[in-house]
T-cell receptor, first 112, second 113 residues
Framework: ETGVTQTPRHLVMGMTNKKSLKCEQHLGHNAMYWYKQSAKKPLELMFVYNFKEQTENNSVPSRFSPECPNSSHLFLHLHTLQPEDSALYLC???????????FGPGTRLTVL | GENVEQHPSTLSVQEGDSAVIKCTYSDSASNYFPWYKQELGKRPQLIIDIRSNVGEKKDQRIAVTLNKTAKHFSLHITETQPEDSAVYFCAASMTGGYNKLIFGAGTRLAVHP
């Protein structure tokens, strides 16, 4: 599959569960991003990885833990989430020196 | 840090009319201003972008203007069509290495036949 893919597309979890979101890009990009999209709020940048190194952590609570094992894969590990964490989580990638970010389809997360 | 404000939050137009969405930004160091379109249930997709060394850019029915002095930029859609109905997001960033985009809250555009 081409472009940016995310799995799962939908996830329902309890507050005590541990789950992981996966993002994969097939574009040869070196920068990858996690965004949170809630209703009636701007897209919020959570984390940025550039050449596998985390370069931005936008004051995200520690219950969200990112992992970037290589430039093509990005994970978001979830632990002890709150109902207000329910949102669409979008992954994106870009060239290290480029501008356009390509988004994945997102994971719709519901925390019960 | 950068802050982006976007207006209006909703916009309803008749097919064939023009639509204008405006954004302001706070950080004068920002130099890249993209616009993304997000259709219902789909991912955001870049439709046009502009850099700070350009005042206007056009791509068919879509145009973007930038006023660096006033720190605002606008999206103009002419001859709107029902398939233009979507949420539009503006963003601002300072590029270099990677791209830390700060997004506006979005404008829901409805084009009525």
């Amino acid at each position: 599959e081409t472009g940016v893919t995310q799995t799962p597309r939908h996830l329902v979890m309890g507050m005590t569960n541990k789950k992981s979101l996966k993002c994969e890009q097939h574009l040869g990009h070196n920068a990858m991003y996690w965004y949170k999209q809630s209703a009636k709020k701007p897209l919020e940048l959570m984390f940025v990885y550039n050449f596998k190194e985390q370069t931005e952590n936008n004051s995200v609570p520690s219950r969200f833990s990112p992992e970037c094992p290589n430039s093509s894969h990005l994970f978001l590990h979830l632990h002890t989430l709150q109902p207000e964490d329910s949102a669409l989580y979008l992954c994106a990638s870009s060239q290290d020196s480029g501008d356009e970010q390509f988004f994945g389809p997102g994971t719709r997360l519901t925390v019960l | 840090g950068e802050n982006v404000e976007q207006h209006p939050s909703t916009l309803s137009v008749q097919e064939g009319d023009s639509a204008v969405i405006k954004c302001t930004y706070s950080d004068s160091a920002s130099n890249y201003f993209p616009w993304y379109k997000q259709e219902l249930g789909k991912r955001p997709q870049l439709i046009i972008d502009i850099r700070s060394n350009v005042g206007e850019k056009k791509d068919q029915r879509i145009a973007v203007t930038l006023n660096k002095t006033a720190k605002h930029f606008s999206l103009h859609i002419t001859e709107t069509q029902p398939e233009d109905s979507a949420v539009y997001f503006c963003a601002a960033s300072m590029t270099g290495g990677y791209n830390k985009l700060i997004f506006g809250a979005g404008t829901r555009l409805a084009v009525h036949p």
